[in-house]
T-cell receptor
Framework: AQSVTQLGSHVSVSEGALVLLRCNYS??????LFWYVQYPNQGLQLLLK??????LVKGINGFEAEFKKSETSFHLTKPSAHMSDAAEYFC??????????????FGTGTQLKVEL | AAGVIQSPRHLIKEKRETATLKCYPI?????VYWYQQGPGQDPQFLIS???????DKGSIPDRFSAQQFSDYHSELNMSSLELGDSALYFC??????????????FGEGSRLTVL
């Protein structure tokens, strides 16, 4: 079974500082990997996705992530944090299947706090 | 662009009552997924349907059932509601053919509160 592990349930950074949210995956085959953001009482918004086209993936709001097969990692980064980045971030994995089998398995989430 | 539509957005029920949530996928999407997110939890996969047939099953209680109709919309039926069923329920849809990248498109969720 595929899974993702997010290290750090809470991360706090200063405004303007680097954001690094860690995600490691477990899969016997190269999976699809995703980062989603969830603001309080809202739905899940896709930040970016890895589908093997390129190992460095750029997403919305200045976020990017790098797929590293040797480290089985897909860490999310942003060079400069903004107050509006404060939210819950979920890493997710899905198999490369057809026929409706691509359910997402989420990590436990990382709550990002941005301080002045 | 059309998104995944869920209704109702908010629902309040008493214990032992029944609730039905509806999901309208993005046009041409052939797969629907249901997730449950408890307070402070990550979304947990419940069940999915591909071309109106159940394609996968997760941690869905026996008190819950779901189906996908001929117009591809889906309904999640929850009976004998318990306090622990209070959660945000997400529906997502995807298209399995063509440029399938495994991406799921999520609705805004239906918040169920059981009193």
């Amino acid at each position: 079974a595929q899974s993702v592990t997010q290290l750090g349930s809470h991360v706090s950074v200063s405004e303007g500082a680097l954001v690094l949210l860690r995600c490691n995956y477990s899969s016997s085959v190269p999976p699809y990997l995703f980062w989603y953001v969830q603001y309080p009482n809202q739905g899940l918004q896709l930040l970016l996705k890895y589908t093997s086209a390129a190992t460095l993936v750029k997403g919305i709001n200045g976020f990017e992530a790098e797929f590293k097969k040797s480290e089985t990692s897909f860490h999310l980064t942003k060079p400069s944090a903004h107050m509006s980045d404060a939210a819950e971030y979920f890493c997710a994995v899905s198999p490369r299947l057809t026929g409706g089998g691509n359910k997402l398995t989420f990590g436990t989430g990382t709550q990002l706090k941005v301080e002045l | 662009a059309a998104g995944v539509i869920q209704s109702p957005r908010h629902l309040i029920k008493e214990k032992r009552e029944t609730a039905t949530l509806k999901c309208y996928p993005i046009p041409r999407h052939d797969t629907v997924y249901w997730y449950q997110q408890g307070p402070g939890q990550d979304p947990q996969f419940l069940i999915s349907f591909y071309e109106k047939m159940q394609s996968d099953k997760g941690s869905i209680p026996d008190r819950f059932s779901a189906q996908q109709f001929s117009d591809y919309h889906s309904e999640l039926n929850m009976s004998s509601l318990e306090l622990g069923d209070s959660a945000l329920y997400f529906c997502a849809s995807s298209y399995s053919g063509g440029e399938n990248t495994g991406e799921l498109f999520f609705g805004e969720g239906s918040r169920l509160t059981v009193l």
